[in-house]
């Protein structure tokens, strides 16, 4: 009962309370105030949203502990796993394209993407949206800003990741006129959102199919905002000639051959442009390889694994075949 209480009176206090600045205790609430303030919301709205008890005081232990850096080793096995298990998929890619032809057909005209390759990437991220989440992104992001120490360069990364993402929600909802108690956003354990698993600083990328607002649990606005976001954000302007392509499943099968004897295996790369970190470069001087990378590189612009850029090239060109039968 008094804990009844003091909720009430911590929600009463904030709703009612006057805000004028952005200081805080936590001097990334002040950041995030800061910025978001910078882009039009109020110093009530974001003062209310930052110390919401049900926002900021509620932490999401699934996601400390799969974001733990003994962890990545079996996030990139289970990537491999999913890309096999989900070829048995392809038949729904197909009737998904056959459904929401005319929307695809927009999607390819106005951005340049493969509509296979969308339907691909709606099919890893949550199964054509049969997957639903079970998280809430703010909550995510404030769990691990408020508990990542700045010791090393991942760590860093992470607080500025969870920065930025958590601004982007309070901007977001606060464009949508949704009180921050209210503000809920189902995402995966990663903070990721929608049919096509959004993070909310990739929210600028979104577009809707015959509508004002992009809503990403609605196909129609998925397909058109993954295309949106591959034309931007990796300049991916012409439509992939699947006839230059390689043998897809053979080159899926020996890359990841090669990824399992070599930790430090890049499908593209040969270094990182961030960290100088030097990588085993599958691609390097094979000269039959190189249209595929390129669209690899792109698909990578969306996840940044080798494996999920194979992967996706290899159901979409699969979807392909099967359309053209």
């Not at 999607?107 to 709606?122: F, Q, T």
Request: net charge positive; aromatic share 14%; hydrophobic share 35%.
């Amino acid at each position: 009962m008094k804990t009844k209480l003091f909720l009430l009176l911590v929600l009463i206090t904030s709703l009612f309370a006057k805000y004028d600045n952005c200081n805080f205790k936590n001097k990334d609430y002040e950041e995030i105030c800061k910025e978001v303030v910078k882009h039009g919301v109020t110093y009530t709205y974001a003062n209310q949203f930052l110390l919401s008890y049900f926002k900021t005081q509620k932490y999401d232990e699934i996601t400390w502990k799969y974001i733990q850096p003994s962890k990545l080793k079996y996030h990139r096995e289970k990537e491999k796993q999913a890309n096999n298990a989900l070829i048995k998929y392809v038949p729904k890619m197909v009737q998904n394209l056959k459904k929401y032809k005319e929307v695809y057909d927009y999607a390819e005209k106005k951005y340049g993407v493969n509509r296979e390759i969308i339907a691909a990437i709606l099919l890893k991220e949550t199964k054509l949206g049969k997957i639903k989440p079970t998280h809430d992104a703010f909550i995510v992001f404030n769990t691990i800003l408020t508990r990542t120490k700045p010791d090393t360069d991942r760590n860093e990364w992470l607080l500025t990741m969870s920065k930025t993402n958590m601004a982007s929600i309070i901007e977001h909802c606060y464009k949508e006129g949704v009180k921050p108690q209210l503000c809920n956003l189902p995402s995966s354990y990663a903070g990721a959102v929608g049919i096509p698993q959004f993070m909310p600083n990739s929210f600028i990328y979104t577009d809707s199919y015959k509508g004002k607002v992009a809503d990403l649990t609605r196909m129609e606005d998925a397909i058109l905002s993954v295309a949106k976001f591959l034309h931007v954000k990796a300049k991916f302007t012409k439509l992939i000639d699947w006839k230059k392509m390689p043998d897809i499943p053979l080159i899926e099968a020996q890359w990841y051959a090669y990824s399992y004897k070599y930790d430090n295996a890049s499908f593209c790369y040969e270094k990182s442009t961030k960290s100088n970190k030097l990588y085993k470069c599958f691609t390097k001087g094979k000269k039959n390889l190189q249209y595929m990378k390129k669209y690899v590189q792109k698909i990578m612009r969306y996840n940044n694994s080798s494996n999920y850029a194979v992967g996706v090239i290899r159901l979409a060109y699969d979807a392909h075949k099967r359309s053209c039968l």
